[in-house]
Protein backbone atom coordinates (compact mmCIF):
# COMPACT_ATOMS: atom_id res chain seq x y z
CA UNK A 1 0.00 0.00 0.00
CA UNK A 2 1.42 3.52 -0.72
CA UNK A 3 0.45 5.24 2.52
CA UNK A 4 0.59 5.38 5.67
CA UNK A 5 -3.19 6.20 7.36
CA UNK A 6 -6.13 8.24 6.97
CA UNK A 7 -7.17 11.15 8.94
CA UNK A 8 -10.43 13.11 8.74
CA UNK A 9 -11.09 16.91 9.60
CA UNK A 10 -13.51 19.52 8.98
CA UNK A 11 -13.41 20.11 5.34
CA UNK A 12 -12.12 16.56 4.36
CA UNK A 13 -9.13 14.14 4.87
CA UNK A 14 -5.89 13.87 4.83
CA UNK A 15 -4.17 10.75 3.47
CA UNK A 16 -0.39 10.68 5.33
CA UNK A 17 2.85 9.76 4.53
CA UNK A 18 1.55 8.80 0.52
CA UNK A 19 4.75 7.97 -1.97
CA UNK A 20 3.88 7.96 -5.96
CA UNK A 21 1.34 10.67 -5.83
CA UNK A 22 1.63 13.85 -7.42
CA UNK A 23 -1.16 15.32 -8.68
CA UNK A 24 0.17 16.66 -11.84
CA UNK A 25 1.42 13.78 -12.97
CA UNK A 26 -1.94 11.71 -12.84
CA UNK A 27 -4.50 14.37 -13.76
CA UNK A 28 -2.20 15.77 -16.50
CA UNK A 29 -1.05 12.36 -17.85
CA UNK A 30 -3.97 11.62 -20.34
CA UNK A 31 -6.17 9.04 -18.65
CA UNK A 32 -8.68 11.70 -17.40
CA UNK A 33 -10.67 14.60 -18.67
CA UNK A 34 -12.59 16.21 -15.65
CA UNK A 35 -9.42 17.67 -13.67
CA UNK A 36 -8.30 20.99 -13.58
CA UNK A 37 -5.95 22.89 -11.81
CA UNK A 38 -6.60 25.58 -9.74
CA UNK A 39 -4.54 29.19 -9.39
CA UNK A 40 -3.43 27.68 -5.84
CA UNK A 41 -1.97 24.81 -7.53
CA UNK A 42 -4.86 22.02 -6.47
CA UNK A 43 -6.78 20.24 -8.77
CA UNK A 44 -10.42 20.41 -8.52
CA UNK A 45 -12.05 17.55 -10.36
CA UNK A 46 -15.38 15.43 -10.54
CA UNK A 47 -15.68 11.86 -10.49
CA UNK A 48 -18.58 9.11 -9.00
CA UNK A 49 -21.06 12.18 -8.82
CA UNK A 50 -19.04 13.97 -6.61
CA UNK A 51 -16.78 17.13 -6.39
CA UNK A 52 -13.16 16.85 -4.64
CA UNK A 53 -10.25 19.03 -4.29
CA UNK A 54 -6.93 17.41 -4.24
CA UNK A 55 -3.57 19.61 -2.63
CA UNK A 56 0.25 17.81 -2.24
CA UNK A 57 1.09 19.30 1.00
CA UNK A 58 4.81 18.05 2.10
CA UNK A 59 4.23 14.01 1.98
CA UNK A 60 0.47 13.88 2.63
CA UNK A 61 -2.41 14.53 0.22
CA UNK A 62 -5.20 16.54 1.49
CA UNK A 63 -8.68 15.59 -0.05
CA UNK A 64 -11.16 18.92 0.59
CA UNK A 65 -15.03 17.94 0.40
CA UNK A 66 -14.62 14.71 0.91
CA UNK A 67 -15.35 12.22 4.25
CA UNK A 68 -13.75 8.60 5.47
CA UNK A 69 -16.62 6.67 4.35
CA UNK A 70 -16.45 8.31 0.60
CA UNK A 71 -12.58 7.57 0.83
CA UNK A 72 -13.59 3.73 1.92
CA UNK A 73 -16.05 3.19 -0.70
CA UNK A 74 -14.68 4.92 -3.68
CA UNK A 75 -11.28 7.65 -3.20
CA UNK A 76 -9.08 4.54 -2.13
CA UNK A 77 -9.57 2.35 -5.29
CA UNK A 78 -9.94 5.44 -7.64
CA UNK A 79 -6.70 6.43 -6.68
CA UNK A 80 -5.49 3.17 -6.93
CA UNK A 81 -4.01 3.71 -3.65
CA UNK A 82 -3.80 0.15 -2.70
CA UNK A 83 -1.29 -0.59 -5.35
CA UNK A 84 2.39 -0.87 -4.65
CA UNK A 85 3.84 1.86 -7.57
CA UNK A 86 7.30 1.65 -6.42
CA UNK A 87 7.72 -2.14 -6.89
CA UNK A 88 5.78 -1.71 -10.64
CA UNK A 89 8.61 1.60 -10.86
CA UNK A 90 11.39 -0.97 -10.08
CA UNK A 91 10.19 -3.31 -12.56
CA UNK A 92 9.98 -1.39 -15.28
CA UNK A 93 13.06 0.48 -14.94
CA UNK A 94 15.01 -2.41 -15.17
CA UNK A 95 15.14 -1.28 -18.82
CA UNK A 96 17.35 1.58 -18.99
CA UNK A 97 15.16 3.54 -21.74
CA UNK A 98 11.76 3.37 -19.69
CA UNK A 99 13.56 4.39 -16.72
CA UNK A 100 13.91 8.08 -17.95
CA UNK A 101 10.11 7.74 -18.76
CA UNK A 102 9.66 6.34 -15.03
CA UNK A 103 11.59 9.04 -13.82
CA UNK A 104 9.93 11.61 -15.67
CA UNK A 105 6.40 10.42 -14.34
CA UNK A 106 7.14 9.47 -11.13
CA UNK A 107 4.16 9.96 -9.54
CA UNK A 108 1.46 8.68 -11.98
CA UNK A 109 -1.22 6.57 -10.80
CA UNK A 110 -3.84 4.88 -13.27
CA UNK A 111 -7.14 5.77 -11.69
CA UNK A 112 -9.60 3.71 -11.38
CA UNK A 113 -12.47 5.62 -13.98
CA UNK A 114 -16.49 4.62 -13.83
CA UNK A 115 -16.81 2.44 -17.42
CA UNK A 116 -19.51 4.22 -19.03
CA UNK A 117 -18.30 7.90 -18.71
CA UNK A 118 -14.70 6.18 -19.97
CA UNK A 119 -16.43 4.48 -22.80
CA UNK A 120 -18.44 8.06 -23.99
CA UNK A 121 -15.21 9.97 -23.54
CA UNK A 122 -12.62 7.75 -25.25
CA UNK A 123 -14.97 7.44 -28.06
CA UNK A 124 -14.80 11.04 -28.34
CA UNK A 125 -10.97 10.83 -27.92
CA UNK A 126 -10.94 9.35 -31.73
CA UNK A 127 -8.89 11.85 -34.06
CA UNK A 128 -9.27 14.51 -31.12
CA UNK A 129 -7.03 17.14 -28.92
CA UNK A 130 -7.37 17.00 -25.35
CA UNK A 131 -8.73 20.71 -24.72
CA UNK A 132 -11.00 19.85 -27.32
CA UNK A 133 -12.05 16.38 -25.90
CA UNK A 134 -12.68 18.07 -22.47
CA UNK A 135 -14.69 21.14 -24.01
CA UNK A 136 -16.96 18.26 -25.78
CA UNK A 137 -17.52 16.21 -21.91
CA UNK A 138 -17.94 19.81 -19.85
CA UNK A 139 -21.09 20.28 -22.55
CA UNK A 140 -22.30 16.97 -21.89
CA UNK A 141 -21.81 17.33 -18.60
CA UNK A 142 -23.70 20.62 -17.98
CA UNK A 143 -26.44 19.34 -20.55
CA UNK A 144 -27.57 15.90 -19.41
CA UNK A 145 -25.37 15.64 -15.76
CA UNK A 146 -26.47 16.44 -12.01
CA UNK A 147 -25.37 20.02 -10.91
CA UNK A 148 -23.36 20.23 -7.84
CA UNK A 149 -22.02 23.00 -6.04
CA UNK A 150 -18.45 23.78 -4.39
CA UNK A 151 -17.17 26.92 -3.23
CA UNK A 152 -20.04 28.73 -4.95
CA UNK A 153 -19.58 26.91 -8.35
CA UNK A 154 -21.35 24.51 -10.22
CA UNK A 155 -19.95 21.49 -11.32
CA UNK A 156 -22.10 18.72 -13.17
CA UNK A 157 -21.67 15.09 -12.68
CA UNK A 158 -21.12 12.96 -15.92
CA UNK A 159 -24.40 11.64 -16.59
CA UNK A 160 -26.39 8.04 -16.02
CA UNK A 161 -27.02 6.28 -18.41
CA UNK A 162 -30.94 6.65 -17.64
CA UNK A 163 -30.67 11.00 -18.23
CA UNK A 164 -28.15 10.60 -21.35
CA UNK A 165 -30.92 8.19 -22.87
CA UNK A 166 -33.31 11.24 -23.66
CA UNK A 167 -30.79 12.93 -25.92
CA UNK A 168 -31.38 13.34 -29.09
CA UNK A 169 -29.02 13.36 -31.84
CA UNK A 170 -29.30 16.91 -32.66
CA UNK A 171 -28.88 17.82 -29.41
CA UNK A 172 -25.50 16.02 -29.37
CA UNK A 173 -24.51 17.65 -32.50
CA UNK A 174 -24.58 21.01 -30.40
CA UNK A 175 -21.97 19.81 -28.02
CA UNK A 176 -18.76 19.85 -30.07
CA UNK A 177 -18.96 16.31 -31.06
CA UNK A 178 -18.08 16.29 -35.23
CA UNK A 179 -18.26 13.47 -36.48
CA UNK A 180 -18.92 11.35 -33.48
CA UNK A 181 -21.98 12.58 -32.25
CA UNK A 182 -23.96 9.74 -34.17
CA UNK A 183 -21.82 6.91 -32.41
CA UNK A 184 -22.04 8.35 -29.35
CA UNK A 185 -26.35 8.35 -30.01
CA UNK A 186 -25.72 4.44 -31.28
CA UNK A 187 -23.68 3.74 -27.89
CA UNK A 188 -26.15 4.95 -25.67
CA UNK A 189 -28.93 3.14 -27.26
CA UNK A 190 -27.30 -0.19 -26.65
CA UNK A 191 -25.90 0.39 -23.26
CA UNK A 192 -29.56 1.66 -22.27
CA UNK A 193 -31.39 -1.75 -24.54
CA UNK A 194 -28.65 -4.11 -22.66
CA UNK A 195 -29.59 -2.55 -19.41
CA UNK A 196 -33.43 -2.85 -20.26
CA UNK A 197 -33.02 -5.95 -21.29
CA UNK A 198 -31.59 -7.41 -18.51
CA UNK A 199 -28.51 -8.70 -20.02
CA UNK A 200 -26.63 -6.86 -17.42
CA UNK A 201 -28.20 -7.75 -14.40
CA UNK A 202 -29.20 -5.12 -12.01
CA UNK A 203 -25.41 -3.16 -12.13
CA UNK A 204 -25.41 1.15 -12.60
CA UNK A 205 -24.07 1.20 -15.78
CA UNK A 206 -24.86 -1.56 -18.10
CA UNK A 207 -21.38 -2.45 -18.66
CA UNK A 208 -20.15 -4.46 -15.68
CA UNK A 209 -20.77 -7.33 -17.25
CA UNK A 210 -18.11 -6.54 -19.99
CA UNK A 211 -15.35 -5.67 -17.12
CA UNK A 212 -16.00 -8.69 -15.85
CA UNK A 213 -14.66 -10.52 -19.04
CA UNK A 214 -11.04 -11.83 -19.61
CA UNK A 215 -9.25 -9.20 -21.54
CA UNK A 216 -9.75 -10.93 -24.88
CA UNK A 217 -13.07 -11.05 -24.93
CA UNK A 218 -13.52 -7.77 -23.39
CA UNK A 219 -11.89 -6.34 -26.10
CA UNK A 220 -13.92 -7.95 -28.71
CA UNK A 221 -17.28 -6.56 -26.49
CA UNK A 222 -16.26 -3.25 -26.31
CA UNK A 223 -15.58 -3.19 -30.10
CA UNK A 224 -19.15 -3.82 -31.21
CA UNK A 225 -19.88 -0.22 -30.01
CA UNK A 226 -19.96 2.30 -32.72
CA UNK A 227 -16.60 4.18 -32.80
CA UNK A 228 -14.54 2.09 -30.63
CA UNK A 229 -12.18 0.35 -32.46
CA UNK A 230 -8.51 -1.38 -31.19
CA UNK A 231 -7.09 1.99 -29.65
CA UNK A 232 -10.26 2.91 -28.30
CA UNK A 233 -10.98 0.04 -26.67
CA UNK A 234 -7.70 -0.58 -25.01
CA UNK A 235 -7.97 2.83 -23.39
CA UNK A 236 -11.39 2.00 -22.18
CA UNK A 237 -10.25 -1.49 -21.06
CA UNK A 238 -6.82 0.10 -19.21
CA UNK A 239 -8.59 3.43 -17.48
CA UNK A 240 -11.62 1.78 -16.50
CA UNK A 241 -11.60 -1.85 -16.56
CA UNK A 242 -8.97 -2.88 -14.29
CA UNK A 243 -7.25 -4.49 -17.74
CA UNK A 244 -3.52 -3.80 -17.34
CA UNK A 245 -1.74 -5.75 -20.24
CA UNK A 246 -3.89 -2.83 -22.50
CA UNK A 247 -1.52 -1.11 -24.54
CA UNK A 248 -3.53 1.78 -26.87
CA UNK A 249 -0.92 2.91 -29.21
CA UNK A 250 -1.84 6.46 -30.40
CA UNK A 251 0.46 8.66 -31.91
CA UNK A 252 2.40 9.80 -28.58
CA UNK A 253 2.77 6.21 -27.51
CA UNK A 254 3.75 5.56 -30.90
CA UNK A 255 6.20 8.32 -31.36
CA UNK A 256 7.58 7.29 -28.01
CA UNK A 257 8.49 3.51 -28.58
CA UNK A 258 9.93 4.81 -31.96
CA UNK A 259 12.32 6.94 -30.04
CA UNK A 260 13.13 4.31 -27.35
CA UNK A 261 13.21 1.17 -29.57
CA UNK A 262 11.55 0.38 -33.12
CA UNK A 263 12.53 1.56 -36.41
CA UNK A 264 10.15 4.15 -37.87
CA UNK A 265 7.89 2.85 -40.03
CA UNK A 266 6.35 0.36 -37.64
CA UNK A 267 2.48 -0.43 -37.67
CA UNK A 268 0.26 0.60 -34.89
CA UNK A 269 -1.09 -3.43 -34.19
CA UNK A 270 2.90 -4.12 -33.72
CA UNK A 271 3.90 -2.09 -31.32
CA UNK A 272 1.31 -3.00 -29.71
CA UNK A 273 2.27 -6.49 -29.84
CA UNK A 274 5.99 -5.63 -29.47
CA UNK A 275 5.24 -4.07 -26.40
CA UNK A 276 2.91 -6.22 -24.41
CA UNK A 277 5.82 -9.20 -25.20
CA UNK A 278 8.24 -6.96 -23.32
CA UNK A 279 6.13 -5.37 -20.51
CA UNK A 280 3.45 -7.92 -20.50
CA UNK A 281 0.94 -7.52 -17.28
CA UNK A 282 2.88 -3.63 -16.87
CA UNK A 283 2.17 -3.16 -20.30
CA UNK A 284 -0.52 -0.72 -19.12
CA UNK A 285 1.57 1.19 -17.09
CA UNK A 286 4.16 1.37 -18.70
CA UNK A 287 2.26 3.14 -21.70
CA UNK A 288 1.00 5.67 -19.36
CA UNK A 289 4.38 7.01 -18.13
CA UNK A 290 5.67 6.59 -21.96
CA UNK A 291 2.41 9.02 -23.35
CA UNK A 292 3.19 11.45 -20.54
CA UNK A 293 6.88 11.39 -21.66
CA UNK A 294 6.72 11.80 -25.56
CA UNK A 295 3.18 14.57 -25.10
CA UNK A 296 5.18 17.07 -22.13
CA UNK A 297 8.10 16.45 -23.77
CA UNK A 298 6.90 17.16 -27.13
CA UNK A 299 8.93 14.38 -28.85
CA UNK A 300 9.36 13.86 -32.69
CA UNK A 301 10.79 11.17 -34.44
O1 LIG B 1 -3.55 8.07 -21.86
C1 LIG B 1 -3.65 7.97 -23.07
N1 LIG B 1 -3.01 7.02 -23.76
C2 LIG B 1 -3.10 6.93 -25.11
N2 LIG B 1 -2.42 5.95 -25.71
N3 LIG B 1 -3.83 7.76 -25.83
C3 LIG B 1 -4.50 8.73 -25.18
C4 LIG B 1 -4.44 8.87 -23.81
N4 LIG B 1 -5.20 9.95 -23.45
C5 LIG B 1 -5.68 10.48 -24.58
O2 LIG B 1 -6.40 11.48 -24.63
N5 LIG B 1 -5.27 9.72 -25.63
C6 LIG B 1 -5.51 9.96 -27.04
O3 LIG B 1 -4.40 10.77 -27.47
C7 LIG B 1 -6.73 10.69 -27.41
C8 LIG B 1 -6.28 11.56 -28.58
O4 LIG B 1 -6.36 10.81 -29.78
C9 LIG B 1 -4.84 11.83 -28.32
C10 LIG B 1 -4.60 13.17 -27.67
O5 LIG B 1 -3.25 13.48 -27.69
Not at 162 to 191: M, P
Not at 225 to 241: H, R
Request: a neutral charge; glycine letters at 6%.
Amino acid sequence: MDYKSIENFEEGIIIKDVVNFKPKDIFECGQCFRWDKQPNGNYIGVAYGRVIEVEKRENDIIIYNTNLEDFNTIWHNYFDLGRDYSKIKANLSKDPLLKKAVEFGEGIRLLQQEPFEILISFIISANNRIPMIKRAINKICEKWGEPIEYKEKEYYSFPTIESFHSATLEELQLCSLGFRAKYIKDTIDKVYNNKQNNVTPCFDTGLDWIKGLDSDKCQKELKKFNGVGPKVADCIMLFSMEKYSSFPVDVWVKRAMQHFYLAPDVSLPKIREFAINKFGSLSGFAQQYLFYYARENNIKI
